[in-house]
């Protein structure tokens, strides 16, 4: 059998033909030269590219480009961006490229249910997919009668808790690559003028498949049955509140997503799990998961360049270099450590913190692309396009979402205990109290406007702005307001 290439998110074995098929791996330093990675993803990546290495079948090849890596005969499965793509194509030492592994949906079936389809929406997606796969469901029809339980779910947080009271991961032990990744790293930095963003820490995502094994087990056992009523909640307190993390795992290949949702379709026919947090949890993975990988593919590669809101503001310093204590505003403070520290925070400080922010100021999507892809641990390119410059910051005029993730701070005090503690008033749009994501949101509405008109989805908050008798003291605060931390 032709030795196999994998790619260092190609970890698991089910990108291999059999168990004991030769493997190479390449790890590239220039990788790091290119990007300012967050530290924590560095170390992740090549925790899990030596991890991997310990096996007597693999082979780890040093080079500082992939063509000077693979120097013999070599398969391989299909890579996960374009450019790695073009080049395995390119490549002579590549035999076969084969079909990609790693996600549920195959790429034929995905374009045969987008073909011809004027909305591409997940939703529609999803039971196909659950169809398709026999994902819960009770012979024809989906397990409890229903498709969707997001109306069980997407609670605020409970009244009064500071934390959700769910057991935490276990913590990761290191081990002795880890003490020579953070060595290397530490010369690289020294020696060589790569740079990092964020905070070296203790390793706190799955380098290996055990690790990644004992992660899902302990997930399904202790924080799946509380998944669903808090997936959208935030307390400053407990970032990690029900959530998987495993996110890490699968983007390396470490877990197959067959595997994951399988076992947790398996807790709530044990009893173990009730449906609403299960289908929540099924519907993130073959559903969410499998939808913004394929439309990476599926959009032509001009979509990430898309700016329909032709928003050109560079990302402010305090921003990219994660300065949390710059900001005073205490959801984007908290957030903003959160990303500096660990390199994760859930998907709701992504979407309605983060991105929320950079939508309201008009920062450019691109940019905001490449800081999502280097300062996550599970950032890679396949998940920015449909996250970032689609849903997030609504670059694509909708293309796959039906109106932009903008969200004043009514939202924020809703679904988390920020507001209580911030210098900023989530009621208040002008003046030293003006919550910046009240006031940003608004203008954001005044300022795209003309886009927006033709959105029925987005009549009803245009209404609301024509309504406000501040709207140019609004605008004038938050244009003073500029690149500023809030
Ligand atoms: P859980 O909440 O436990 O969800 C279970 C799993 O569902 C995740 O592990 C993930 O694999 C999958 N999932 C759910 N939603 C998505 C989605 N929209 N896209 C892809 N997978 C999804 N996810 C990444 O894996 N890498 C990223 O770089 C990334 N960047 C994001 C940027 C923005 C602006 C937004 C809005 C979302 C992004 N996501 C990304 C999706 C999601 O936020 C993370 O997958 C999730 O927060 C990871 O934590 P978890 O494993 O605890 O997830
Ligand atoms: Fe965030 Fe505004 Fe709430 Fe402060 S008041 S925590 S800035 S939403």
Redesign the pocket.
Known sequence: MTRRWLFADQLGPHFLDSPDQQVLLVESKAVFRRRAFHRQKAHLILSALRHRALDDRVRLVRADTYAVGVRERVTVCHPTSRAARTLVNRLPTVAEVLPPRGFVTAPADFTAWANGRKHLRMEDFYRDARQRHGVLMDGAEPAGGRWNLDADNREPPPRGATRLGVAPPPAIVEDEIDEQVRADLDRWEREDGIAFVGNDGPRMFPATRDEALARLDHFVEHRLATFGPYEDAMLAGDPLMSHSLLSAAMNLGLLDPLEVVERAEQAYRQGDAPLASVEGFVRQIIGWRDFIWHLYWYFEPEYRAGNELGARGELPRWFAELDADAVE????SDVLAGVRDRGWVHHIPRLMVLGNYALQRGWRPGAMADWFHRSFVDGYEWVMTANVIGMSQYADRGRMSTKPYAAG?AY??RM?D??GG?????KVRVGDAA????AGYWSFLARNEPVLAGNHRMRQPLNGLHRLADVEALVEQEQARGSRA?
Do not use: F, K, Q, V
């Not at 505003?329 to 984007?332: G, K, N, V």
């Not at 919550?435 to 009240?438: A, H, L, N, R, W």
């Open positions: 505003a205490r959801c984007l701070g924020i005090n988390s920020y507001c911030c210098r900023y008033d989530p919550c910046p994501y009240t809030p």
